[in-house]
């Protein structure tokens, strides 16, 4: 088995629900068990800031999945849950996305569809943030650093708030 740690984030439909459907997707498959779910965060856009706020999570999980299949498990569920991909659209808005953050300790490298860990999770907030919540201590392969000292060192990290607060807009 293998612990994988995934982000979750959706700006599009019922956000919050879209978020708790694709967890269920997740755990409903015979090859993953849910380990930790964070709690959800209302987030400041990424890349692309003039789009709806996100809803974001961050799932630790076992599986015995190979991370390629793990990947197209994820595309399915967001193909169910309405995620449309378009070509030339970084950032574009969603009612789904599921990135698979880290895959053990292993550098994965399967051209631009697969690289693992996630080339920018160390730069996001909104990637940090619930990773607090599910494994501060988690090491980062390439950086060597803890999920807590990569947040320590944005430099700018964007809005990321606890679902449910009341936002300063």
């Given at each position: ?123 996001r907030a909104f990637v940090l943030v619930p990773m607090l919540e599910v494994k501060s201590d988690l090491v980062h392969p390439v950086f060597n650093k803890t999920i807590s000292e990569l947040y320590d060192e944005l430099a700018d990290p964007e809005d990321v708030f606890l ?7």
């Open positions: 088995m293998s612990r994988v740690f995934l982000s979750l984030g959706s700006n599009l439909g019922d956000r919050l629900s879209n978020i708790q459907q694709a967890v269920s997707s997740l755990g409903m498959s015979e090859h993953i068990k849910i380990i930790k779910t964070s709690s959800f965060y209302e987030t400041q856009p990424w890349g692309n800031k003039d789009q709806e706020w996100f809803i974001n999570a961050a799932v630790a999980l076992d599986t015995d999945l190979t991370c390629e299949a793990l990947l197209e498990l994820c595309q399915n569920i967001e193909i169910q849950l309405g995620r449309i991909r378009r070509e030339n659209e970084k950032w574009a808005q969603r009612a789904i996305d599921i990135d698979i953050l880290m895959y053990d300790d292993k550098l994965i490298s399967k051209g631009s569809e697969l690289i693992v860990p996630h080339p920018l999770m160390h730069l679902y449910g607060t009341v936002l300063p807009r």
